[in-house]
């Protein structure tokens, strides 16, 4: 099993940034893949950006192409987001979830809140 924890969330005004962190714990050697999602209020959850733990190669949601930055911190199994250039748009909860090799995300964490004021 692999535990996931987010932290980082909170309020900010539009054009600002936070950094969100997901750090993972438990069987950490079986992860082949971290990604972020969201889910605003009254739509579907979805994809904002993954990270492979071989060899760091990121992939993105064009909504957060070229404002979000996915990162990797190997010795502390620990993945973050950070967003910039925030926008009202970018409101919802964050979660962070993991995946094994060849298997869909299966381990997720318990979100956390952004909030992006206009």
């Known amino acids: 099993q692999v535990q996931l924890v987010e932290s980082g969330g909170g309020l900010v005004q539009a054009g600002g940034s936070l950094r969100l962190s997901c750090a993972a714990s438990?069987?950490?050697?079986?992860?082949?893949?971290m990604g972020w999602f969201r889910q605003a209020p009254g739509k579907e959850r979805e994809f904002v950006a993954r990270?492979?733990?071989?060899?760091?190669?990121?992939l993105y949601a064009d909504s957060v192409k070229g404002r979000f930055i996915i990162s990797r911190d190997n010795a502390k199994n620990t993945v973050y987001l950070q967003m910039n250039s925030l926008t009202p748009e970018d409101t919802a909860v964050y979660y962070c979830a993991a995946s094994r090799p060849g298997a869909n995300y299966s381990y997720w964490g318990q979100g956390t809140q952004v909030t992006v004021s206009a």
């Open positions: 438990g069987r950490t050697f079986s992860i082949y893949r």
């Open positions: 990270i492979k733990w071989s060899d760091d190669s990121t």
